[in-house]
């Protein structure tokens, strides 16, 4: 008890600052937290809008276009009902590179580091692509008859044009906004396909060969040609792909990016592009 007493006269007899001091060494953790600046992020939110460039390969697939136009030209004959000479695959897949240019406009809004957005994407360009060609000849028989066939078909597609309707997600670090997105595509193509089946209907049994008037006279020569086409066709698709933005000032960034786009088909034709490109833009 009289250490207490001893102790409490000591303090008492301190001046009140020394008092203070004592308190604030021997009892620092009664301060509570430490205040520390905001936290800072660059600014993304907002409309923006810009420019673009690109250099796309557009692959298109030709190898089930001809069966509509081959089975309407022999829609009556028993070559096509047993034979099923329309599902013959006369062309196949291709591709072509081509540049391209555009804009595009949209809206971004910011939690903190993430960015959610909304984007309108547009871009002409003018990929002309030519199918290869791969004529089949068969002899067949059909309805009691032998056929001598050869099925030849052409195609081209070309794309002029096509604008995406965005979705956008990406977190910021620093200066730089790397981002994922995923869209619906809306585009133009124009497209022309051709068929033509020709051949020698041989009633002959059993089959004369070579089939000719002249040692067959019952021998019949035969050719079918057809053919479709369209322009200012609308495409529709979905795309998905990703980039990233950078802030060269406060309201204007650099873009870089890589997209792929799978459009539905079209008169059975079949086609996609994988796309690289850059463009800059404003932050309004």
């Not at 008859?145 to 910021?172: H, K, M, P």
């Not at 053919?227 to 873009?255: H, K, M, Q, W």
């Amino acid at each position: 008890m009289r250490w207490v007493v001893i102790r409490a006269l000591v303090i008492l007899a301190l001046p009140s600052g020394a008092f203070a001091a004592d308190l604030s060494g021997d009892f620092d953790v009664l301060r509570g937290t430490q205040p520390v600046g905001p936290a800072r992020f660059a600014n993304w939110a907002g409309f923006y809008g810009g420019g673009q460039f690109s250099y796309g390969d557009a692959n298109v697939n030709f190898s089930n276009a001809t069966q509509p136009l081959v089975a309407f030209s022999l829609r009556e004959l028993a070559l096509e009902s047993e034979d099923s000479v329309s599902q013959w695959q006369v062309l196949g897949k291709t591709g072509q590179d081509a540049i391209g240019y555009g804009g595009f406009f949209g809206y971004n809004m910011q939690w903190q580091d993430m960015i959610l957005g909304v984007e309108l994407n547009y871009t002409h360009t003018a990929m002309k692509v030519v199918s290869s060609q791969t004529p089949i000849s068969r002899m067949t028989s059909a309805g009691g008859d032998t056929y001598d066939v050869t099925v030849n078909g052409s195609g081209t597609f070309n794309i002029t044009d096509f604008v995406q309707l965005r979705a956008r997600a990406g977190w910021i670090f620093d200066k730089y906004l790397p981002y994922g997105f995923a869209g619906f595509v809306l585009g133009r193509a124009n497209y022309n396909l051709s068929t033509l089946v020709s051949g020698q209907q041989n009633p002959s049994t059993p089959p004369v060969v070579p089939c000719n008037t002249v040692i067959a006279p019952s021998c019949v020569d035969f050719s079918f040609a057809n053919s479709a086409a369209e322009s200012n066709a609308l495409l529709y698709g979905i795309s998905a792909g990703g980039g990233i933005d950078v802030a060269l000032t406060p309201n204007i960034f650099g873009r870089a990016e890589l997209e792929y786009i799978q459009f539905a088909p079209i008169s059975h034709i079949v086609s996609s592009i994988a796309s690289a490109r850059v463009g800059a833009g404003i932050k309004f």
